[in-house]
């Protein structure tokens, strides 16, 4: 079974940074795409970011200019770098794993707030 964990939430104050990853059970080289979602209070999940399998990376109008994935295949870890966070920012960051289904982990709360 396929196992998603994410790390690296946490609260911080308007403008500074955080590193989420997202370490998978598997050989990462076996999904096409990983990526990251997050939900904020009361709302549905949003797309973050993803990242395929060549290095291409796509994101959200929110997060571009801002955050920054990465992928390590050879440590099955998918990273988010969330920089100059804003109170909107805040939500519980999901990692997503497709390899003809998606997997999901169990999420990273981000706080923001001053």
């Known amino acids: 079974q396929i196992q998603l964990v994410e790390s690296g939430g946490g609260s911080v104050q308007p403008g500074e940074s955080l590193t989420l990853s997202c370490v998978s059970s598997v050989s990462s080289f076996r999904f096409s795409t990983m990526g990251w979602y997050r939900q904020p209070p009361g709302k549905g999940r949003e797309f973050v970011a993803q990242?395929?399998?060549?290095?291409?990376?796509h994101y959200s109008d929110a997060a571009k200019g801002r955050f920054t994935i990465s992928r390590d295949n050879f440590k099955n870890t998918v990273t988010l770098q969330l920089d100059n966070l804003k109170p909107e920012d805040t939500a519980v960051y999901y990692c997503?794993?497709?390899?003809?289904?998606?997997?999901w982990g169990q999420g990273t709360q981000v706080t923001v707030s001053s």
């Open positions: 990242v395929v399998n060549s290095g291409h990376a």
């Open positions: 997503r794993a497709y390899v003809g289904e998606e997997f």
